[in-house]
């Protein structure tokens, strides 16, 4: 009787494991997992900007590196657009990615401020995000890449 028992509550058990782990597969789906798990590597991640477009980013060595750090917790962006220093919001949503605020220091450099000045306004037309590798797409609402960033080891 005692074993019946045992052997029940474990069948119940397992059956409601089940019920649970197939429930949020379907809710969740494996891209939203692909999607959370990148989410952690697109924030607090140092993103050197690579191209803008189809075109490279070269970087003179007097200039500062073109990139952006994504802050968690206050849904913060900051960095650098090649010359002054630059700051704004974020909002992020599944592989939905809006900028909003974005702007920066004024002072000029006499090396790159060609980057800079298509950098900050490419970053009001992005729409989505992905990551493959250890490389950062960001792309506009049609899917085309607006720029193109290399994760940089901390």
């Known amino acids: 009787m005692l074993t019946r028992r ?10 409601a494991a089940t019920a649970c782990s197939r429930q949020a597969t379907s809710e969740t789906g494996p891209e939203a997992a692909t999607v ?10 140092y993103w050197k900007l690579v191209a803008l477009g189809s075109t490279p980013v070269n970087v003179a060595d007097s200039q500062r590196e073109p990139h952006i750090i994504l ?3 206050a849904n913060r962006v900051n960095g650098s657009g090649g010359c002054n ?3 704004g919001s974020y909002d992020l949503r599944g592989d939905a990615l809006t900028f909003s605020g974005v702007g920066s220091t004024k002072m000029a450099c006499q090396d790159g401020m060609d980057v800079e000045t298509s950098f900050l ?3 009001q037309r992005v729409a989505r995000w992905r990551i ?3 490389q950062l797409e960001l792309l506009d609402s049609a899917g085309a890449v607006v720029a193109r960033f290399d994760a940089k080891a901390k």
């Open 121 to 123: 306004p490419a970053l």
């Open 71 to 73: 802050q968690p917790d």
């Open 6 to 15: 045992i052997l029940s509550i474990g069948i119940i058990a397992v059956t």
């Open 36 to 45: 959370n798990a990148t989410a952690a590597q697109l924030r607090s991640t």
């Open 132 to 134: 493959a590798d250890r």
């Open 85 to 87: 220093r630059m700051f």
